[in-house]
């Protein structure tokens, strides 16, 4: 009897435990949803989008707790150059030297650790571009809705060195910085 009532007992905890950490997971509305990158240059800087191919935030109750995305990288769109300038870097960025999206037409992201700090999240995950997957830790937003984040990404560690001056010698104003800028709007 005693065994019977310890393990009732048992079994009535994990059932309350298991009832508020129930993860939910909601669809990122990829229509709604916006990823603008910046490269920059010694000479400047070129922007444009790439667009989001399918995303999953998770949530436990209204805490984040994880995510996976998919980028299409053959939706590559420099948006500050037109005509034959944007056709020639677009081509380029898509390209061997650059993303080589014939090969790998996607990059993803998989959030392995979440930290909570209220609305604002110390998310760190795996990041693939090219068939290479790398750790990256970035701070992300998460409150009605909408999540958004700023990452720095350090191209050279996907093996995309076109125009590094750390692999290249005499670049001079030719050369093209290591780190490139995401900026990450969310709906779901």
Not at 5 to 33: C, G, H
Not at 36 to 50: L, M, S
Not at 161 to 173: P, T
């Amino acid at each position: 009897m005693k065994n019977t009532v310890k393990t009732a007992f048992v079994l009535l905890i994990a059932i309350a435990f298991a009832s508020f950490t129930t993860l939910k997971d909601k669809k990122v509305n990829v229509k709604e949803s916006q990823i603008t990158w910046v490269g920059h240059k010694v000479t400047g800087e070129h922007n444009g989008t790439i667009t989001l191919k399918e995303g999953t935030l998770v949530f436990n109750g209204k805490t984040l707790a994880g995510g996976d995305f998919t980028m299409d990288m053959t939706t590559i769109n420099t948006k500050d150059l037109e005509g034959d300038w944007k056709a020639k870097l677009d081509g380029h960025l898509k390209n061997d030297d650059f993303f080589g999206v014939e090969k790998f037409p996607t990059a993803t992201l998989k959030f392995t650790k979440v930290e909570s700090q209220g609305p604002e999240y110390t998310v760190t995950g795996d990041l693939t571009i090219k068939g290479i997957t790398k750790p990256i830790t970035f701070k992300m937003n998460a409150d009605n809705g909408t999540a958004t984040a700023a990452l720095k990404i350090d191209r050279t560690k996907y093996n995309i060195k076109y125009g590094s001056a750390s692999f290249f010698d005499d670049l001079q104003d030719k050369a093209i910085y290591d780190e490139f800028d995401l900026n990450v709007t969310l709906k779901y």
